[in-house]
């Protein structure tokens, strides 16, 4: 009996300083604080992540885990995706099925079934839905991807991420950007040369010397592309501290400039102002399939061609509406993304043409080429709480884009190989847009791109020159368009034969910005002739009339003008006119 005693006054003891210790720990590395804090550490994060109730609980369980251990975990990687604790991301495993080819009916991607080997391109045919689970594991073999012409719906959540990774495991692969590159062109294949030298990207001037072919593939060849050719002559600017490379004189076997007699001895290349004074800097395409090592280990990528999209409002007050596409992209990791095993080429890790699919919890690195592209698009692109890292090419590239809105928010973007953002409007041409609303199935036709017989030219709600009226039931915003025939005559003491007056809601503090997208004179300036724009404030008295003018923009052929930003809530109308006639300059 006493031997039993002892033990148990033994365990007692031991139970005491077990928890005397963890009390100790708790207060060590913040177990120590209130129920209160706790709490409010749990809504913060539930406020930026927008998470719901049953991921409210599973937090608290992991923080309370992780607080108690003895060792430091940050929660939050700077900004863009969360950081998993270790133990939650899911480990490779076994594969259990294999993907691909073309699915012409409503498809989802199990849980229960994967991890998945995609051994072919998936090729989501108009009116389908391919729906990925959360949790999901998907391999691609080497140059193999999805391409979607429908729907396309994978949402993972914040600690069950949908995994996209190449099933190809290269040992050997080349984590390092190259020391060359190719900057202000329309991609990271073509541009002005620069050369990161003493810890700064310097561009290169030959002293009017041209570079031999074989001078310019090794330069391709360094920044592991397999050929290039000389393209253009890049006048010089003041900000890029140029460095003198005449004669770099490579040899055909050369895998990198810096194998090339002129570059073996770096403390010998010549660095100055003077010598590149008033002379141009060389400028460079590339082309070929990838060289650098590893390049095998990518895949394709994610295309989506048009997906089909709804309106949804803009606004409380119910004055603008917007495209919101039916396909969603949220918390997926695309890994090592970017060949194209069709065209031997490298592309986008997300290709995206038409309404892009909101985005959010997105891991983009260690692609091929760009991050995420944008062609085209005609709707507002939004982009939270992601990652865009280390990615071969430009992090975001907004090609063409009519409808100018671009919302990152707690995303980041950084070491990518070209810019972080590269941004161009589109200028001329028509705007094709997808009918709205969910399809159903579309009659194949014989065309060489599948989905142009999806598209619609998006008509203009009024030509001015013709009809001054429109719908004014329609949301904002309106496309107008003004085609003033060359050749036509009126009298200045007639009223113009092209204006519009637009009905703005009244009592409302909203900002009404008028784009322009394309702008044609066959006038000639040179014979004193000149056009303007109009903006003044609408006169419902007299609609020939202003009642106050506003902004008066020349028109000139070729020349976008820039953006004006109307705010005032007093104000019913705004009224547009063209008008013509002997330039006083």
Not at 204 to 217: F, K
Not at 279 to 307: M, V
Not at 394 to 402: A, D, K, P, S
Request: some cysteine.
């Amino acid at each position: 009996m006493r031997k039993s005693e002892k033990r148990q006054e033994k365990e007692e003891e031991g139970g005491m300083a077990s928890e005397t210790h963890k009390k100790r720990r708790l207060e060590r590395y913040g177990g120590g604080a209130s129920c209160a804090s706790t709490h409010a550490l749990i809504n913060m994060i539930q406020f930026k992540s927008r998470l719901k109730t049953p991921f409210c609980l599973l937090l608290q369980a992991i923080l309370f885990i992780y607080i108690t251990d003895p060792f430091s975990w940050t929660y939050v990687e700077a900004q863009g995706q969360l950081k998993l604790p270790p133990g939650l991301r899911q480990q490779r495993q076994q594969i259990r099925h294999a993907v691909g080819g073309i699915y012409s009916d409503n498809t989802t991607l199990f849980f229960r079934n994967s991890p998945f080997r995609v051994t072919e391109d998936i090729i989501v045919n108009p009116g389908v839905t391919l729906e990925i689970e959360t949790g999901v594991q998907l391999y691609f073999d080497t140059g193999v991807g999805i391409k979607v012409y429908g729907v396309l719906r994978a949402i993972g959540n914040e600690f069950a991420h949908i995994e996209m990774l190449p099933f190809q495991e290269q040992l050997n692969y080349e984590e390092n950007m190259p020391e060359f590159r190719l900057v202000d062109g329309p991609s990271v294949r073509q541009g002005r040369l620069q050369m990161k030298y003493r810890d700064r990207w310097r561009s290169v001037c030959t002293m009017v010397t041209n570079w031999t072919s074989i001078d310019t593939g090794v330069a391709c060849r360094s920044m592991g592309y397999s050929d290039g050719g000389f393209w253009r002559w890049y006048r010089r600017v003041n900000d890029t501290y140029p460095l003198a490379m005449p004669v770099p004189g490579c040899l055909p076997s050369a895998k990198n400039l810096w194998e090339c007699d002129g570059f073996k001895e770096p403390n010998q290349i010549r660095m100055s102002e003077n010598l590149c004074q008033g002379e141009d800097d060389i400028g460079l395409y590339c082309w070929g399939p990838p060289t650098f090592n590893g390049w095998a280990r990518h895949w394709k990528g994610i295309q989506i061609f048009n997906s089909p999209f709804y309106y949804v409002p803009n606004d409380p007050d119910m004055v603008a509406a917007q495209r919101e596409s039916h396909s969603r992209l949220e918390f997926i990791d695309i890994m090592y993304a970017g060949y194209d095993g069709y065209t031997k080429n490298m592309t986008a890790a997300l290709y995206i043409e038409g309404v892009p699919p909101i985005m959010n919890g997105l891991r983009i690195q260690r692609s091929a080429r760009d991050g995420i592209h944008f062609y085209e698009p005609t709707g507002p692109i939004i982009l939270a709480n992601s990652t865009v890292a280390d990615n071969r090419g430009h992090g975001l590239v907004i090609e063409n884009t009519t409808d100018g809105r671009l919302f990152v928010n707690w995303t980041l973007i950084s070491g990518n190989y070209g810019d972080g953002i590269w941004y161009r409007q589109r200028y001329g041409g028509a705007s094709l847009v997808r009918q709205p609303g969910m399809p159903g199935r579309y009659k194949r036709e014989l065309t060489s791109s599948p989905h142009l017989h999806l598209m619609n030219i998006e008509k203009p709600r009024a030509e001015i020159c013709e009809s001054h009226k429109y719908n004014e039931s329609l949301f904002f915003p309106h496309l107008f368009a003004i085609h003033l025939q060359n050749g036509s005559t009126y009298s200045e003491l007639q009223p113009r034969p092209c204006w519009i007056q637009v009905r703005l809601p009244k009592r409302l503090d909203y900002v009404y910005t008028l784009q322009f997208l394309s702008v044609a004179n066959r006038n000639p300036h040179q014979f004193g002739s000149r056009t303007d724009l109009i903006v003044c404030d609408g006169n419902f008295t007299f609609v020939e009339l202003c009642a106050r003018e506003r902004f008066r923009l020349p028109i000139r052929n070729g020349v976008i003008p820039q953006s004006v930003s109307i705010s005032e809530k007093n104000c019913d109308s705004f009224r547009f006119i063209i008008s013509s006639g002997k330039s006083n300059l």
